[in-house]
């Protein structure tokens, strides 16, 4: 009994852990953030970059996972650095808690369908080693990334899927020609089918 009690002790004071942690990207001092984005506004390289979103297939079952890809492509003359992390999260957080956010649309209505709560995990700032040089006409892909614990795609027909990608770090780690700033995909689709 006593073992069960210590047990869910701990669980408890880790979720209320994970819990400060998250909301520790929503509520970090801002005045802090402000300037920090003010100076990378100031500096901000937006040699020309195209984002681009893929799903790994067009068509999807009600409850199959549903992966997205990132790429990131060099269309300018010159090199610069990039980003690669591409962590993904909420339109409503910090730009320094992430690089990607999504915005999901029904198949009935240009209506974003209803957001689940984001994962509770540690988001820590990138590392150097994230910044790689990115070529005129080089490209570079994201693993996957799954869709379905973000939003719920419980309806059938096809959806419509527009991502964003925004970086104001690099200068903090000797990139003075990291690209900052900030770019929307084009929107993609893909399908839900009815069930077998």
């Given amino acids: 009994m006593c073992k069960v009690i ?16 998250q909301i520790q990207c929503y509520t970090t001092d801002y005045s802090q953030i402000n300037a920090h984005l003010e100076r990378s506004k100031a500096t901000e390289n937006t040699g020309k970059l195209i984002f681009r979103i893929e799903p790994d297939q067009k068509e999807y079952y009600p409850g199959a996972p549903i992966y997205l890809i990132f790429s990131l492509e060099n269309v300018d003359t010159i090199p610069f650095f990039v980003n690669k992390r591409f962590m993904v999260g909420s339109p409503d957080s910090s730009p320094f808690c ?16 209803r957001q689940r709560i984001l994962f509770l995990r540690e988001v820590a700032d990138p590392t150097r080693e994230l910044f790689v040089p990115l070529w005129p ?48 995909s084009e929107p993609v689709e893909f399908q839900v089918l009815p069930a077998e």
């Fill in 6 to 21: 210590k047990t869910r002790i701990l669980l408890l004071f880790l979720l209320i852990a994970a819990i400060c942690v």
């Fill in 98 to 113: 992430r690089e990607v956010y999504l915005y999901l649309y029904l198949p009935t209505s240009d209506s974003l369908p």
């Fill in 137 to 184: 006409g080089d490209k570079i892909h994201s693993d996957k990334h799954l869709l379905n614990p973000y939003y719920e795609i419980d309806e059938v027909g096809k959806y419509k899927v527009v991502g964003v990608y925004e970086n104001y770090w690099g200068p903090e780690f000797g990139f003075r020609n990291a690209w900052m700033g900030k770019i929307e």
